[in-house]
């Protein structure tokens, strides 16, 4: 833990700049405007989910395991249209949501700091050596985790792609908040 105690104002700070490019590609920028589609019909289909008293949560149609999904009647169900996942939520708790996304990148940065620390050696050499390391591992945490569900669940190559774009994003910022902000070395004085 003692990577904490020197790369705590970098990680917090990165944080806090990450959140705010969030922000910023979330709610100023318009490429990801287009990202979701519109349902045809989506009054009725509100309507009817309503009707029907469906809860807020993750659900999947059809549902089956890996058992049912290879029986004459699972793969007739998968042949039958549509198929898909539907999520549904109560209308979104702003400052929640902004709470958790904070603490998924702090969290992040943390990690982040702790594998620089261990990766680059000793008070880490230049901004450019620092910002080569802690900028790939920013772009690797935020480019590919979320790709395998999109992929799965058939996200739009748009969809991909601009989540994509906010990664790099995301992972320059990491890479010069940590060059800025790393400790360096203090002098020697030589008499």
Not at 49 to 76: H, Q, W
Not at 120 to 135: E, I, K, N, T, Y
Not at 146 to 155: D, E, K, R, S, V
Request: aromatic letters at 14%.
């Amino acid at each position: 833990m003692e990577f904490l105690q020197h790369l705590w104002l970098p990680i917090v700070v990165c944080a806090v700049a990450v959140f705010m490019c969030s922000f910023l590609v979330w709610a100023i920028l318009p490429h990801h405007k287009d990202d979701w589609a519109k349902l045809p019909n989506e009054e009725a289909v509100r309507d009817d989910l309503k009707a029907r008293g469906i809860a807020p949560g993750v659900y999947v149609f059809p549902k089956m395991d890996n058992k049912s999904c290879n029986t004459p009647e699972g793969k007739a169900s998968w042949e039958r249209a549509p198929s898909g996942v539907l999520t549904v939520f109560t209308k979104p708790s702003m400052p929640k949501n902004m709470i958790c996304t904070f603490l998924v990148f702090l969290i992040a940065s943390v990690l982040i700091g702790y594998v620089a620390w261990h990766t680059l050696p000793g008070h880490a050499g230049s901004f450019g050596d620092r910002f080569q390391v802690v900028g790939t591992i920013g772009i690797l945490t935020y480019c590919f985790s979320f790709l395998p569900n999109m992929i799965w669940f058939q996200a739009s190559k748009r969809a991909m792609v601009n989540c994509l774009v906010d990664g790099v994003l995301y992972g320059v910022v990491t890479g010069a908040t940590f060059s800025w902000l790393w400790p360096v070395a203090e002098p020697v004085l030589k008499l």
